[in-house]
């Protein structure tokens, strides 16, 4: 059974380019969650999705991000025209749809920007 | 709104001794707890939970994690620390009956256990 899948495990994007990260959940979970951890910080919640639909985005930046979970295939997390300071790992979860469950953490995708 | 708090951003034990990892909480209604734990370069690992019960909750590794509803807090202790639990340990909160997505998570402590 595997885990919360999430790649590629690291990507190198030069200032301006776009990045895209994957996420695939844990078979029978059908709610993702994305968070952010930069250098010496702890996990900050960016977005919450269901499928093909965004539940709370309260975290995430105002510009250049968005996230998405369509019917099929994995969650995507995209962050257009990259600047150094997005450069953090970021972490997806997955859980069951029912409240009182926890959450399940991918082993995330460390992104540097140059 | 609710918060978690670790006091503490290094925790430093020698092998063998006990530790403990403060987590305080602040949340509206019945809490829901965790403990999870990150090695270097790698995903949290869930360690622990408390929903209801007994104050006191086992988890993986030897962990256990003490509910304490006056002092709102989630200590999480082993009694004889090992080199292999030096890792980043993450506290989470959310309101009982609420959904993952929910979850507050505190700026972790790392633990260095020395031999």
């Known amino acids: 059974n595997a885990g919360v899948m999430q790649n590629p495990r690291h990507l190198v994007r030069r200032r301006g380019q776009e990045a895209r990260l994957r996420c695939s959940p844990m078979?029978?979970?059908?709610?993702v969650y994305w968070y952010r951890q930069l250098p010496e910080e702890g996990l900050k919640f960016m977005v919450y999705?269901?499928?093909?639909?965004?539940?709370?985005e309260s975290g995430m930046p105002k510009e250049r991000f968005s996230a998405e979970f369509p019917k099929e295939g994995p969650s995507i997390l995209r962050i257009q025209q990259v600047v150094r300071g997005d450069s953090a790992a970021y972490f997806c979860?997955?859980?069951?749809?029912?409240?009182?469950?926890?959450?399940?953490f991918g082993q995330g995708t460390r992104l540097t920007v140059v | 709104a609710q918060s978690v708090a670790q006091p503490e951003d290094q925790v430093n034990v020698a092998e063998g001794n006990p530790l403990t990892v403060k987590c305080t909480y602040s949340?509206?209604?019945?809490?829901?707890l965790f403990w999870y734990v990150q090695y270097p370069n790698r995903g949290l690992q869930f360690l622990l939970k408390?929903?209801?019960?007994?104050?006191l909750v086992k988890g993986s590794y030897g962990f256990e994690a003490e509910f304490n509803k006056s002092q709102t807090s989630f200590h999480l202790k082993k009694p004889s620390a090992l080199v292999s639990d030096s890792a980043l340990y993450f506290c989470?909160?959310?309101?009982?009956?609420?959904?993952?997505?929910?979850?507050?998570f505190g700026d972790g402590t790392t633990l260095t256990v020395k031999p």
């Open positions: 999705l269901q499928k093909e639909n965004i539940i709370d």
């Open positions: 078979k029978g979970h059908s709610h």
């Open positions: 408390y929903i209801t019960g007994d104050n």
């Open positions: 979860a997955s859980s069951l749809n029912s409240p009182n469950t926890e959450a399940f």
């Open positions: 989470a909160v959310r309101a009982l009956g609420t959904n993952a997505g929910k979850s507050t």
């Open positions: 949340v509206s209604g019945n809490p829901y």
